[in-house]
């Protein structure tokens, strides 16, 4: 059924004000460019919505029953139109955004902070979680973008990288040692590691490999901050974000050791195709590389 607008329009005006001439004159229109609007609305429903004579324009008992609704019909689409004004204003709309729990950590609340005192009337939902977990909330659409690593599935996701952010080497004491001295030492303790759905899991064990370190974890962990607080209490030592040591080290017991060796993590938007950002979404990430520049 082809209805538009502007037929809607004419017939709601003519009901109103009950004759052809004054809602042409409203809207700016020919009575015949009018009159067609509505034949073309009568035609597409199938039914007389007016009695005509030379005196009078009233309502058919169809027309009587089609008058609210079709004020709804129109409502609904002012309401519209004016939601997409205000969201491509930004002063209004939604973001639903999944982000690792390093990138929860740093930069986002930097992030979330200037965009909120920005753009307060933008709605913000978050979910945090592991790689695997936020993938999964990509696909399936249940956010609209994630702050992620880069995912394998290129055909169906598209990933747009913002910064890197490289691994150090968390354990306790051995702040002096360094390049050999602190290999050595290593060998001697258990090596506290990331769960397998991690995106920190597969770099930090291809640069324990490097290093010739690289051996079965003693200690399994899903979140950071529990190798963190593994290393802290002694129990081995772990590979974690350059990007949030500082935070898991705030009693300044562990030392944090640069790893020329290791890969980069890169972070960024991960998308379903085809992708489309929209407004509230392109300003979070333009604050988003705004505040990532301090951490390339």
């Known amino acids: 059924m082809d209805i538009n607008f502007r037929q809607l329009q004419a017939f709601v005006l ?3 004000h009950r004759s052809f001439s004054r809602a042409a004159e409203q809207v700016h229109l020919s009575q015949p460019a009018l009159s067609y609007s ?6 597409a429903l199938g039914l007389s919505l007016f009695a005509r004579n030379t005196r009078s324009v009233e309502l058919t008992e169809a027309g009587l029953r089609f008058l609210d609704q079709a004020r709804r019909l129109l409502r609904d689409m002012d309401n519209a ?51 695997e977990e936020v993938r999964q ?16 599935d290129r055909a169906a996701l598209d990933f747009q990288p913002i910064y890197d952010d490289s691994l150090v080497l968390l354990v306790r004491g051995m702040a002096a040692l360094r ?7 290593l060998r001697a303790l258990d090596y506290v590691a990331t769960t397998r759905d991690t995106s920190l899991r597969a770099m930090a064990d291809q640069t324990l490999q490097r290093m010739g370190l690289l051996r079965e974890p003693a200690w399994e962990v899903a979140y ?11 129990l081995g030592y772990a590979l974690l974000p350059a990007s949030v040591a500082d935070t898991f080290n705030g009693d300044g017991s562990l030392s ?26 392109q300003a979070f990430v333009g604050l988003l590389k705004q505040h990532a520049g301090v951490l390339g």
């Open 256 to 281: 944090v050791h640069l790893l020329p060796d290791a890969p980069l993590r890169s972070i960024g938007v991960l998308q379903r195709k085809p992708c489309y950002l929209s407004p509230p979404g």
């Open 38 to 43: 509505l034949r073309k609305l009568e035609d």
């Open 179 to 185: 390049a050999s001295g602190l290999v050595d030492a």
């Open 137 to 152: 909330w990509v696909s399936t659409a249940e956010v609209d973008f994630a702050i992620t690593s880069e995912a394998d």
């Open 224 to 234: 950071m901050s529990s190798a963190a607080a593994l290393a802290r209490a002694g």
């Open 81 to 131: 139109v004016h939601d997409a004004h205000e969201q491509l204003h930004l002063q209004s709309g939604s973001l639903r955004i999944a982000v690792l729990p390093s990138v929860a950590i740093k930069p986002l609340p930097d992030v979330l902070r200037e965009y909120r005192r920005r753009y307060p009337g933008i709605e913000i939902s978050l979910r945090d979680g592991r790689a």
């Open 14 to 16: 003519i009901a109103e």
